[in-house]
């Protein structure tokens, strides 16, 4: 009995030795105090497992999702970024772990910011792939400039970086421009939609001036005014290799426009400009971009919509169409010129025996027969010219507006005018309402359906306009009108 003890208790100590788990004696405890010891541990170490939890969750998912074991990426370079948000205790991206590799990286619309981006960043500084980088709405703000400046310094092979739609103020503009213009191969820029203002206008008129490659900068939608209309005004006749230019939606039309226009008038590269929704009219601006289209000779395309330009400022800057013939658009819907400013437009593009003008845009404004027999002699003298009016541009009806009728026009008079020169008369949409042929209907049928004819016209009476129309076709009150006299 003794040896068989012993022989046991030997047998134990090799196992033990050999596995280190197994016990190397066997204890007998009873079922029921093993039960509660069980129990009792078990609810010990839940408690401790949840508080530890509940103050390491973020720690620990993060290792867990850079632990080598849970992944499959095996390139060096996606080892190195998770490893760099493993030290830096965030979340990689798994969008850019995918790309690396690729030549174009687009990040728009990720809520990112700085502690998720320094990784990323430090990833593309020795990125030798990447060359298009897209940061759209990703949070950047002051704080990221620096370390996207540094990236910036290490990666020289990234031609196109689009920082819209972010916090970007005028306290980072000086350094960024600075990085931006050592860059020996960038070549687009976009910066549009930031807070930049006057003090970030002068870094941009240094950056345009001194950078090497760059083609296209976009600086749309900031709060650029007066003084940074004539910080680029002066720096345009330097920008040597900037071809299109995207100034749309700020202040500059506030600025002194007569510094802006000299620069573009000595411009040599130019060839896009948008400068709509700046403020340039009623006509302050009008008669400085008149000159600059007079000598400048590389300028392709013009953008001047939304800049609230009147008849006046139209005919100002139809001057600059007498001799231009680099031209091949221009851009002028929604600006308050009415049938007379695109009279004018028109004619001065028609005096230009040169002209090279492929597509005129005048859409939202409404124009009457005047201009209408003025374009049919632009489609002999300037067959390819495009001409774009109204608010419907394919619509082939021709209106009549109703800035230019007759002041002793009564309203129904108005309507009768509108559908002889539209060919749409009243009567053929109230025909069909007509149940008993006596061409009559309700009153309030009748208003609902001119409200229709006239939507379709572009037209609009006003109240008093209306009360007068319905005493002149009602005056007895009989809630009944006749439309006889509105048929064609």
């Not at 720690?59 to 992944?71: G, I, Q, Y």
């Not at 900068?217 to 007066?226: A, F, H, K, Q, R």
């Not at 500059?252 to 040599?268: D, H, S, T, V």
Request: glycine share 4%.
């Amino acid at each position: 009995m003794e040896i068989d003890e012993k022989n046991h208790e030997k047998h134990s100590i090799e196992q033990k030795d050999e596995n280190t788990v197994i016990p190397s004696t066997s204890v007998v405890v009873d079922q029921s105090d093993s039960t509660n010891f069980a129990n009792t541990m078990k609810d010990s170490s839940i408690g401790k497992e949840q508080s530890k939890l509940a103050g390491n969750s973020h720690v620990k998912r993060c290792k867990r999702l850079l632990s080598a074991k849970d992944h499959w990426y095996t390139d060096p370079d996606q080892l190195e970024y998770l490893n760099d948000c493993r030290l830096r205790g965030t979340l990689p991206s798994g969008y850019f772990i995918r790309h690396l590799k690729d030549e174009s990286i687009s990040l728009k619309y990720s809520v990112l910011g700085l502690k998720k981006l320094k990784p990323i960043f430090s990833s593309i500084s020795n990125s030798l792939n990447i060359t298009q980088l897209d940061l759209t709405n990703t949070c950047l703000n002051d704080e990221c400039v620096n370390h996207l400046c540094h990236m910036l310094r290490e990666n020289t092979f990234i031609t196109n970086l689009n920082l819209s739609e972010n916090h970007l103020t005028s306290k980072s503009a000086e350094y960024l421009c600075e990085t931006l213009a050592l860059s020996t191969e960038l070549l687009q820029l976009n910066l549009r939609k930031n807070l930049f203002d006057d003090i970030a206008g002068k870094f941009f008129s240094e950056l345009i001036t001194t950078t090497r490659k760059l083609k296209y900068m976009n600086i749309s939608y900031n709060d650029l005014g007066e003084l940074s209309c004539q910080y680029i005004g002066r720096a345009l006749p330097q920008a040597t290799t900037l071809t299109e230019f995207d100034l749309s939606w700020n202040r500059l039309g506030r600025g002194k426009m007569n510094i802006f226009g000299k620069g573009l008038a000595e411009n040599i590269n130019l060839k896009h400009l948008n400068l709509s929704a700046n403020g340039i009219g009623p006509k302050k601006g009008c008669t400085d971009l008149a000159y600059a289209l007079k000598n400048n000779l590389t300028l392709e395309t013009l953008d001047l919509r939304d800049n609230r330009i009147n008849p006046e400022g139209s005919v100002l800057l139809s001057k600059g169409f007498y001799v231009n013939s680099t031209l091949t658009c221009l851009r002028m819907a929604r600006n308050p010129m009415q049938t007379a400013g695109c009279y004018a437009i028109l004619t001065g593009v028609l005096k230009n025996p040169n002209c090279g003008l492929l597509e005129l845009d005048l859409q939202d404004i409404i124009v009457n027969q005047d201009f209408l027999d003025l374009q049919d002699s632009a489609r002999i003298k300037l067959p390819n010219l495009c001409v774009r009016y109204g608010q419907a541009t394919t619509d082939k009806i021709r209106v009549l507006s109703p800035r230019f009728k007759r002041s002793e026009c009564s309203p129904k008079e108005i309507l009768i005018i509108m559908g002889r020169s539209t060919k749409q008369s009243l009567a053929d949409l109230l025909r069909p309402l007509d149940i008993v042929g006596n061409k009559t209907i309700t009153r309030q049928l009748f208003v609902k359906i001119l409200n229709i004819y006239m939507t379709r016209l572009g037209i609009q009476f006003t109240e008093e306009q209306m009360k007068v129309l319905m005493q002149e076709l009602d005056p007895k009150n009989l809630e009944e009108i006749n439309f006889t006299d509105f048929e064609l």
